[in-house]
């Protein structure tokens, strides 16, 4: 069971329907990402566009902690770590190195509603995966002392995967049971495959299902995603560049409403253009 003040930031994270449109803009601790080169004027427009949430990276909450200080602003979810793929920004390179980058008594203080953590599987040395799950379980502890939810994004980044190993959406399901086995309260992950073959993801996840963008797509491809992770019961989307990388990125935000928690694909499609 919940504490009640856990229960209430968990709540924050999702409109009445049980829903949430989160909008992810941590990219930035990678570099300066097209689309991101302004944070705090697409921060401000984002803001106003009333997402369910915005992650952001310690850094950026610090920075631009005034934009959520309103009784309507949306809740602030912090990211919790950072990878080193290079020394050398955007340059290529293994994903293997994870460091924590914030404490969760310096989120709680910068008011944040949730603390979002990575989760890399397939790592060359067994001994970094343990050292990820050990420092999940962890997090989730701490997280716990502080009542803020851990939402825990499990990814295929390591270099031991395959792309035929990446396309089995039985692994996704196994991710996803594994995030909340070690502490998650939701789980952010990719969508793949065909609905009857996803719905084993959210039916063996015992906490909520939301759905990451991933690179960015056209509107039609996005529609489809969503309205068929939504038939698995999926809890809403997770979306970074597919929104701060679009012509308008406050008018993408309401697109992803309408789809997210009406079902409505031609007003999405609508909003898109």
């Given at each position: ?9 968990m709540n924050r994270l999702f409109d009445k329907s049980g829903k949430t449109v ?119 502890e701490e997280c716990g002392r502080w009542n803020l939810p851990l939402i825990v ?86 979306f970074g560049r597919n929104v701060w990388q679009s012509e308008n990125p406050a ?23």
């Open positions: 069971m919940r504490h009640w003040n856990k229960e209430l930031r989160m909008v992810a803009m941590d990219h930035g601790q990678g570099g300066v990402k097209p689309g991101l080169a302004h944070p705090e004027k697409l921060l401000a427009a984002l803001v106003e566009s009333k997402p369910e949430a915005l992650l952001l990276s310690g850094g950026m909450a610090r920075t631009y902690n005034y934009l959520f200080g309103r009784k309507d602003s949306p809740a602030l979810v912090i990211s919790s770590d950072f990878i080193v793929g290079s020394s050398i920004p955007q340059q290529p390179g293994e994903i293997e190195e994870l460091r924590q980058s914030i404490s969760v008594e310096e989120c709680v203080r910068l008011g944040a509603d949730a603390v979002k953590a990575l989760l890399i599987f397939g790592r060359r040395d067994s001994r970094l995966q343990a050292d990820n799950m050990a420092y999940i379980t962890s997090l989730a994004e499990p990814t295929t980044w390591g270099a031991r995967f395959t792309d035929d190993i990446r396309r089995q959406v039985s692994l996704y399901a196994d991710m996803a049971r594994i995030s909340a086995e070690l502490g998650a309260d939701l789980v952010k992950c990719d969508y793949m495959g065909e609905p009857e073959e996803y719905q084993a993801v959210v039916d063996n996840c015992p906490v909520p299902v939301a759905i990451l963008g991933g690179a960015k797509a056209a509107p039609e491809s996005i529609a489809d995603t969503i309205e068929k992770a939504a038939s698995c019961g999926v809890c809403g989307v997770v008018q993408m935000v309401q697109a992803l409403k309408a789809i997210t928690y009406r079902g409505d694909r031609e007003e999405f499609l609508r909003l898109c253009r």
